[in-house]
């Protein structure tokens, strides 16, 4: 199985632009999460989506937003992007669970490295 | 913000010898994670203990959870070059959400030294 894919890589935006990172889970994977990596607040969680729907939510301002496709693929958008956004930016999934019991293990992709000048 | 602390923040040891790190944490926890990072790539899932768990082996891994303490330590034995990398624990939140939403720690930078 092909495993969390994240694209791009590598992006370089300036203050005030928008920007959209894309995620695939790996097949059949239905949960994803999102997460920032930064050296200064370490790995904080987003926002997790679940069958299109926003499920969690993590601690960030609404220029923060994502959505997921009917294929579970996930997009994350950050408008009017700060200096503070440089970071890698992480994504998850997980396997759908047993009717009332979470998956537990998430696989990470790559990341995706966002500079903001 | 960081549920978890890891202790020590840098460890750095020769090639064979054991690694000990350590993380604490501050609420009740459905289950407790280890995840490896490579040079700030992706994170690679190592192992899980449950909160009515106290110790789990996989490989060259040992794992302790003491739950009295809100304390977890992950053991490297006969550490290999690479294991170098960057160790995380991460904590999932007892409200019935799940495992999808992980609080990790701020990590431990592990250098073996062939």
Redesign the interface.
Same mark, same amino acid.
């Given at each position: 199985k092909a495993g969390?894919t994240q694209t791009p890589r590598y992006l370089i935006k300036t203050r005030g632009q928008q920007v959209t990172l894309s995620c695939s889970p790996i097949s059949g994977h239905r %949960?994803v %999460?999102w997460?920032q /990596?930064t050296p200064g607040q370490?790995? /904080?969680?987003l926002f &997790?989506y679940?069958s299109e729907t926003q #499920? !969690?939510k =993590? !601690?960030f301002p609404g220029r923060f937003s994502g959505r997921q496709f009917s294929n579970s693929r996930s997009e994350m958008n950050v408008s009017t992007l700060e200096l503070g956004d440089s970071a +890698?930016y +992480?994504c998850?999934s %997980?396997r759908p669970?047993l009717a009332g019991v #979470?998956? &537990?293990? /998430?696989?990470? =992709?790559? =990341?995706t490295?966002l500079l903001v000048l | 913000s960081q549920q978890g602390e890891e202790d020590p923040q840098a460890l750095s040891i020769q090639e064979g010898e054991n690694a000990t790190m350590n993380c604490s944490y501050k609420t009740s926890i459905n289950n407790l994670q280890w995840y490896r990072q490579n040079s700030g790539r992706g994170l690679v899932h190592l192992i899980l203990i449950r909160s009515n768990e106290r110790e789990k082996h996989s490989g060259r891994l040992r794992v302790t959870l003491d739950t009295s303490k809100k304390s977890s330590s992950l053991l490297i034995t006969a550490s290999r070059a690479a294991d170098t990398a960057s160790y995380f624990c991460a904590t999932a939140p007892i409200d019935g959400f799940g495992n999808e939403k992980l609080t990790f720690g701020t990590g431990t930078r592990l250098t073996i030294i062939p």
């Open positions: 969390v %949960s %999460s997460y /990596q370490g790995l /904080q969680f &997790e679940f #499920r !969690n =993590g !601690n +890698l +992480l998850a %997980s669970g #979470r998956q &537990e293990t /998430q696989y990470f =992709g790559p =990341g490295r | -």
